[in-house]
């Protein structure tokens, strides 16, 4: 089992910055990927970013959106993913979830419980 806190979100105005900090627990976290997803309310949730893990070390996914603006990373032990957003829009208005999942013959996705960004106009 893994248990993650999710902290950092909050207010603030357009153009304004915000830092997400997911810190997990629970097990080896080296090897496993750890990243962001949001969701915007009456929206799915949807990928914002995410450090894989390989064998020369942890590599970096973007969606479209996020790609100029987001950057995330990652502890050298694994166990922490932030997420350093910049020239927010209102349309960055989401919870934002952290998420580990753990590859292997059955894969295993695991969920933080959300934080709250707020963009305001």
């Known amino acids: 089992q893994v248990q993650m806190v999710e902290s950092g979100g909050g207010v603030v105005q357009a153009g304004g910055s915000l830092r997400l900090s997911c810190v997990a627990s629970g097990r080896t976290l080296v090897n496993v990927d750890m990243g962001w997803y949001r969701q915007a309310p009456g929206e799915e949730r949807e990928f914002v970013a995410m450090?894989?893990?390989?064998?020369?070390?942890?590599?970096?996914d973007y969606d479209d959106f996020a790609k100029d603006r987001f950057t995330i990373s990652r502890d050298n032990a694994g166990n922490a993913t932030y997420l350093e957003m910049n020239s927010l829009k209102p349309e960055d208005t989401a919870i934002y979830y952290c998420?580990?999942?753990?590859?292997?013959?059955?894969?295993?996705?695991?969920w933080g419980q959300g934080t709250q960004v707020t963009v305001s106009s």
């Open positions: 998420s580990v999942h753990v590859p292997g013959p059955v894969p295993v996705n695991y």
């Open positions: 450090t894989r893990w390989t064998w020369r070390g942890y590599t970096s």
